[in-house]
């Protein structure tokens, strides 16, 4: 019988991702795989994605378009992602080889062993196209009260910039009470700047985005929000696209390092939760995010990556005009089945003349602004 090859998806007991056993490859879906994906989640057509990719250029020139006067927009790209507390342990899918039964049927998949704790926390990371408020940006590590334990992040806090912060919570990830509270820290961390810039947040469609709560925290704090639409991601975020993968190899990189510094081999969780403040904070502080803002439409069309310069022609991408999406365009935009935010909120913040003059399509939303 030839050799089959089979891929066999071995997962921990505890329900966590798929992990690699020894010697094993990881296969990862390209960005045109997850592009066709998006396509048929978000509209059904291939049509689909380059019209949510219009949709949020769109919007986002109309941000820069309506900035205070004065002030250019200053856009910030907000995005989530799992640290495990075993940096040498990495995930996906897996693919072996292996020869059929008799019967043809493939090799049965297998357990992974997993050595170590299979704790992790969630990383808020702001990353910003201006490298020198850059290092204003808070960065927030989120763990369960078994992972973030108090004792381990005070000694961590000693020896991380203060821009790092440490949340204890009942779970890993990200709630709307966590982004409200990180809203608040980063127009904080802005003030010495926000005379010379309007800040807009880029964040994705996660469910924990989708509050109202956000909304009006960031009407409050005076920091506009834009949505990049669902199941576009890996093609329209700048930290998924050229971000995070860098951020993981450093952080492995460095956890090797201290392993190899320890007698037994072992990384303490004060020492873990160090290294992930200070590489985080070093990383995001020396990459230069101007360009990823580019290669996701932030720039000329040669700048676009190379995906999208495929999905989207040049007369197109050239096109795109400065406007607000509409309720049916934001409808489209959002994940199906989610409640989203109401038109409403999600209007800049524009003088008011503007806003009189929006007010056929975005009702209510002096009042909403106002507070009344």
């Known amino acids: 019988m030839a050799p089959a090859r089979a891929r066999i998806f071995a997962r921990s007991r505890s329900g966590g991702h798929p992990r690699r056993p020894q010697g094993a490859l990881i296969l990862r879906p390209t960005p045109a795989a997850r592009l066709r994906a998006g396509g048929r989640a978000g509209g059904g057509s291939a049509a689909a994605p380059p019209a949510k990719a219009h949709i949020l250029w769109t919007w986002m020139k109309h941000t820069a378009k309506t900035a205070d006067e004065g002030k250019p927009v200053l856009w910030i790209n907000l995005d989530e992602t799992c640290v495990p507390y075993n940096l040498a342990d990495p995930i996906g899918l897996v693919a072996h080889g292996g020869r059929a039964s008799s019967s043809g049927a493939p090799p049965t998949a297998r357990r992974a062993s997993i050595p170590g704790p299979r704790e992790s926390v969630t990383y808020m990371a702001l990353a910003c196209a201006r490298s020198d408020i850059q290092p204003l940006l808070p960065q927030v590590f989120i763990g369960s009260r078994q992972v973030l334990r108090k004792r381990d992040m005070l000694e961590a806090q000693a020896g991380v910039p203060k821009q790092v912060y440490f949340l204890q919570r009942s779970s890993s990830w990200a709630t709307k009470e966590t982004i409200v509270q990180l809203i608040g820290w980063l127009a904080d961390a802005l003030e010495p700047v926000r005379k010379k810039v309007t800040p807009a947040l880029l964040l994705d469609c996660a469910r924990a985005h989708l509050s109202e709560d ?44 201290a392993q190899l510094a320890s007698e037994d081999g072992a990384v303490s969780r004060a020492a873990w939760l160090q290294l992930l403040g200070t590489a985080a904070s070093t990383y995001m502080r020396g990459r230069k995010w101007a360009k990823s803002f580019e290669t996701v439409g932030q720039g000329a069309y040669e700048n676009l990556s190379g995906t999208l310069r495929a999905l989207v022609p040049e007369a197109a991408f050239a096109a795109v005009h400065a406007r607000p999406p509409s309720q049916a365009e934001l409808m489209f935009i959002f994940p199906k089945g989610k409640a989203s935010p109401p038109p409403r909120l999600l209007l800049p913040l524009n003088p008011r003349r503007r806003m009189r003059r929006k007010s056929a399509a975005w009702p209510h939303i002096e009042r909403e602004i106002d507070g009344t």
């Open 214 to 257: 956000i909304c009006r925290a960031a009407i409050q704090r005076r920091i506009r929000l834009v949505y990049v639409p669902a199941n576009m991601t890996p093609l329209l975020q700048p930290l998924d696209v050229c971000g995070f993968r860098g951020l993981k190899a450093r952080l492995r990189s460095e956890f090797a390092r």
